[in-house]
């Protein structure tokens, strides 16, 4: 299965791409969407930017299933709200795509992949690193991209077990959309 794990941002969104056969995972590709120069554009310029740049990430990694993290309210409401238009921007790409679209929170990645749900950035980067056996650490946005997939690779099965015990189907939380290729 081929995982897309994305970390929202207007300023910068981080993607990762992994394959998961089994237990074993391999990375494939991460990066970040940037609208930083942008910031004199208008919202719905910079919008259509990471709309499209997911856009162009599906078309190329053709994953199976995209993971999304799950933003809560900050003190700032303002940035709040930005957040949760680049975030819908984002999900609108990946349901565009065809993609079955999953979420976990900030919590939950960390939890999953460095045991601890208060890590701080480098302690996710290093464990990314580990875990998929990168030469290198991943920039900071990429890394919790590349987090959250792993997090569903380790997580989404019993996630989809759960869900289907309680009656919310197979996919959990998270967005449907029919995939054909």
């Known amino acids: 299965m081929r995982i897309?794990?994305?970390?929202?941002?207007?300023?910068?969104?981080?993607?990762?791409?992994?394959?998961?056969?089994?237990?074993?995972?391999?990375?494939?590709?991460?990066?970040?969407?940037?609208?930083?120069?942008?910031?004199?554009?208008?919202?719905?310029?910079r919008l259509k930017v990471l709309?499209?740049?997911?856009?162009?990430?599906?078309?190329?990694?053709?994953?199976?299933?995209?993971?999304?993290?799950?933003?809560?309210?900050?003190?700032?409401?303002?940035?709040?709200?930005?957040?949760?238009?680049?975030?819908?921007?984002?999900?609108?790409?990946?349901?565009?795509?065809?993609?079955?679209?999953?979420?976990?929170?900030?919590?939950q990645m960390k939890q999953a992949v460095v045991g601890y749900g208060r890590a701080d950035k480098l302690q996710i980067r290093e464990m990314v690193r580990r875990l998929l056996d990168l030469p290198g650490l991943p920039g900071p946005d990429a890394a919790d991209a590349l987090g959250l997939a792993i997090t569903h690779a380790h997580a989404g099965a019993a996630m989809a077990r759960i869900a289907k015990a309680q009656g919310l189907g197979a996919g959990g939380v998270g967005y449907k959309a029919g995939r054909s290729r």
């Open 4 to 45: 897309l794990g994305v970390d929202p941002g207007l300023r910068t969104t981080g993607f990762g791409v992994i394959d998961q056969e089994g237990s074993a995972l391999r990375y494939v590709a991460s990066g970040t969407i940037s609208t930083q120069k942008m910031a004199s554009q208008t919202l719905p310029d």
């Open 51 to 107: 709309f499209d740049g997911m856009g162009e990430v599906v078309q190329r990694y053709q994953a199976d299933c995209a993971v999304v993290e799950i933003v809560f309210v900050n003190v700032n409401p303002q940035s709040t709200l930005l957040l949760g238009q680049a975030r819908g921007a984002l999900i609108s790409a990946l349901v565009h795509g065809q993609l079955p679209v999953m979420e976990y929170t900030a919590l």
